[in-house]
């Protein structure tokens, strides 16, 4: 009888030593899903972190770039690419003339100087000195005249002696008896100080003679309305409703300007005062990225990559 009490005594310890071990063995499993779910939100929550701050990396603010006309459409259409690519950004873009945009990059009223010439062509030499050169492309120059004009070609001495004053009628280089309308660009554009460096041989053009019109459009406009008019314009703006005269036999192609055949051209810059950052920076690596490279083409400009001489 004894025998068969301590049996069963040793039964029960037995038993209570298996409960106790699988409740053991539940609240370890218990601890390592809450340790695991605490890690799978720690995961989540670097993820998220992660996230923010790619998102916050993204470029944002507010720029401007303002001056030469001549480089206006390809800035303008590159600079709604950009925005559209970078919602938060804001790039402002004006025109005013070469001159202006050096002044104003100088002075620190704007992020970004456009110019068709280089920085101390118009600028101090310790002003200049203070902005940092970024060529975008190069653009040519033509001489442009009405439509309706019967000639199709001057000799850069005729052109010297248009804007000079020295010819004042179609009739004395080939044409009708009409009288020659001068349209100028004003002191301060870059367009108007490459062709009188490339195409004038540095001569200054006659004063009181000619028109003077602020913006490369305007000059276009003019010139489509102006009976017997001529002046000159970025090929990014010659279009049907003007006409484009050769130099010396020698038609402004990009073929002719990338192998020097043709004179008139120049680099198009985008100044900035010191190194850029931030937004400035952003958007000039993308005005030389091979998306807006289709559209310098596009628009009438050239590559520098596809340039075989340089100044």
Not at 272 to 281: C, W
Not at 283 to 308: C, H, N, Q, R, T
Request: aromatic residues 6%; charged residues 20%; proline residues 3%.
């Amino acid at each position: 009888m004894l025998r068969r009490k301590k049996g069963f005594l040793s039964a029960i310890a037995v038993f209570i030593i298996v409960i106790m071990t699988l409740v053991g063995c539940g609240k370890q499993s218990a601890y390592q899903n809450e340790n695991s779910g605490s890690e799978n939100q720690s995961q989540s929550q670097n993820q998220n972190s992660s996230q923010s701050s790619s998102q916050s990396s993204e470029v944002s603010g507010s720029i401007t770039a303002a001056g030469s006309s001549a480089l206006l459409p390809l800035v303008e259409q590159a600079a709604s690419q950009f925005m559209s690519k970078n919602p938060n950004a804001k790039i402002n873009v004006q025109a005013g003339g070469s001159g202006t945009g050096l002044k104003l990059v100088s002075e620190g009223t704007v992020e970004i100087g456009n110019s068709d010439i280089f920085a101390e062509e118009k600028l101090d030499a310790d002003k200049a000195k203070e902005l940092v050169d970024h060529k975008v492309c190069v653009v040519g120059f033509a001489t442009v005249v009405n439509p309706n004009i019967k000639v199709d070609n001057l000799t850069k001495q005729q052109l010297i002696d248009i804007f000079t004053g020295k010819i004042t009628n179609w009739k004395q280089v080939g044409g009708d008896d009409q009288k020659i309308v001068i349209l100028n660009r004003p002191t301060s554009s870059g367009t108007r100080a490459t062709f009188k460096k490339y195409a004038l041989d540095g001569q200054e053009e006659a004063q009181g003679i000619a028109l003077t019109e602020e913006s490369s459009g305007a000059i276009k406009k003019a010139i489509a309305d102006t009976p017997g008019s001529i002046s000159y314009l970025a090929l990014s703006y010659v279009d049907s409703s003007v006409k484009a005269l050769k130099l010396d036999g020698v038609e402004p192609t990009a073929e002719n300007i990338t192998s020097g055949k043709y004179p008139i051209w120049s680099y198009e810059h985008m100044y900035t005062k010191g190194e850029p950052t931030g937004l400035t920076k952003a958007f000039l690596d993308y005005m030389v990225s091979d998306e807006v490279k289709s559209l310098v083409a596009e628009l009438g400009y050239i590559p520098i990559s596809d340039m075989k001489v340089s100044r």
